[in-house]
């Protein structure tokens, strides 16, 4: 049984270690400031940041910073979110001591070099122009905007008039506003002494200071709301969102498995009642998605014009039927899958300290795998029922998005 170490730096940031018998260490970092602190005018901030820091760091231009990284085989990794930015490096164990340094130059010393700023900022415009052509994503960007219709959910990846704003000086000053200790986490797991883990990310990041700026309230709409998005696609692509318990909620475990008895796999109901008995629907899937102060249920679905208005129809009544009607096998065969994944994440020394990271973040506490397991086997199917009943939204935010879309007559949202 490992045993996490957990040491908060003068500065702000939170240092957890969690020595384990492996030959490899995988170091996760969470700052929180995302896509939502973009200021108004300058969606994409946050996203060109994340890329433009990893185009040369320390003294090393963006060739000497990957053949380091390379020499060392060390993967770096990470995005920009929308509440927090993530930064991974996965390295062996005998050369993370050489490698850890990389990442800190990466965070706290980059270059940030006017003449890479362009490559970054092209890239950026590819990404958002590729939206036309993958639907269901530019669907979960829509569908985000309307359900968060306050600053939360403005769209990660901006749009070209906002990118072809930027400026290298507005991000350089992003940077130094936002690229801030105070309330980060940096998670540490794998083959690896606590104590000398300790000192290394004290020397890496001690002298990093400042506070980020605060967190952005998480505002979804509350109610019925619907909108139709045009856009040139042969198929017609349907969103749902609803709330659900935020993660620090008692009922976390019973909203995981309802959201796999809905879509859990070839066995569960989305897919068999939408897609395998009627034949409405090429995809269609659900997921939950929790972030810090909130969870919510997203459901997409993509078919053909003809039978989009049908499918919309059979998926919200698979929806709403969901309450009172879960069964014991169901929630087996969800707890199964989900345990399953749990074990899976536990042999992956990435997951362990993404694990660990994300828990801090959104709980204040990091999980043992021991208490996620014990909390997905006290879920039964009355329990999941009875959170169903007591959790039924006021109404859902549905965005569907194709050359058009008839309405069923007679449905309410």
């Known amino acids: 049984m490992s045993h ?28 929180p400031v995302g896509t939502a602190h973009d ?81 970054v900022r092209q890239l950026a415009l590819a990404e958002l122009s590729g939206l036309d052509d993958q639907p269901a994503r530019k669907l979960g960007v829509e569908l985000t905007a309307r359900y968060f219709p306050g600053d939360f959910g403005r769209g990660a990846l901006g749009s070209s008039e906002t990118l072809s704003a930027a400026t290298p000086d507005a991000l350089r000053a992003a940077w130094r506003a936002q690229y801030q200790p105070a309330g980060a986490v940096l998670s540490v797991a794998g083959g690896v002494d606590p104590d ?3 000192a290394r990310l004290t020397d890496a990041f001690g002298s990093w200071a400042g506070a ?18 045009t856009a040139s696609t042969e198929q017609v692509h349907i969103g749902l969102a609803s709330p659900a318990v935020p993660p ?9 498995v309802a959201s796999a008895v809905l879509s859990g796999g070839m ?7 939408v897609r395998e008995k009627r ?38 009544g698979e929806l709403r039927r969901l309450a009172g009607s879960v069964t014991a096998e169901e929630v087996e065969r969800a707890r199964v899958g989900l345990l399953s994944n749990e074990v899976m994440a536990e042999e992956s020394t990435g997951a362990r300290a993404g694990r660990a990271a994300q828990d801090w973040w959104l709980l204040g506490r990091v999980r043992s795998a021991a208490e996620v397991r014990a909390g997905l086997e006290a879920v039964t199917a009355t329990s ?20 058009g879309f008839d309405w069923p007559a007679g449905l309410s949202l």
């Not at 957990?6 to 700052?31: C, D, F, I, K």
């Not at 980020?212 to 998005?229: C, D, K, M, Q, T």
């Not at 959790?391 to 194709?402: I, K, Q, R």
Request: overall charge negative; proline content about 5%.
């Open 267 to 273: 066995g569960a109901r989305l897919f068999t009642e």
């Open 248 to 256: 620090t909620d008692a009922n976390r475990y019973q909203a995981s």
């Open 279 to 316: 034949g409405l629907c090429y995809s269609v899937g659900s997921r939950l998605q929790m972030i810090a102060g909130h969870g919510y249920q997203l459901t997409q679905a993509g078919t053909t014009t003809e039978r989009s208005a049908e499918t919309l129809e059979v998926t919200l």
């Open 4 to 31: 996490r170490l957990e040491h908060l730096l003068p500065n702000g940031l939170l240092l957890l270690v969690e020595p384990l018998a492996r030959l490899a260490v995988a170091t996760h970092l969470v700052l």
């Open 384 to 403: 999941v029922n009875d959170y169903l009943a007591a959790h039924e939204p006021a109404g859902y935010t549905v965005v569907t998005l194709g050359t």
């Open 212 to 229: 980020p700026p605060a967190p952005l309230a998480v505002e979804p709409r509350i109610g019925a709301h619907y909108e139709h998005v």
């Open 39 to 119: 200021a108004r005018g300058a969606e994409g901030t946050a996203r060109l940041l994340h890329a433009w820091c990893q185009r040369g760091a320390g003294g090393r231009d963006t060739r000497a910073l990957n053949e380091a990284l390379e020499n060392l085989g060390a993967a770096r990794g990470g995005s920009a979110g929308r509440q927090a930015t993530n930064w991974s490096l996965t390295c062996l164990a005998d050369d993370w001591a050489k490698a850890l340094p990389l990442l800190a130059d990466t965070i706290l010393d980059p270059r940030l070099p006017a003449d890479e700023f362009e490559p």
């Open 196 to 198: 000398e883990a300790i």
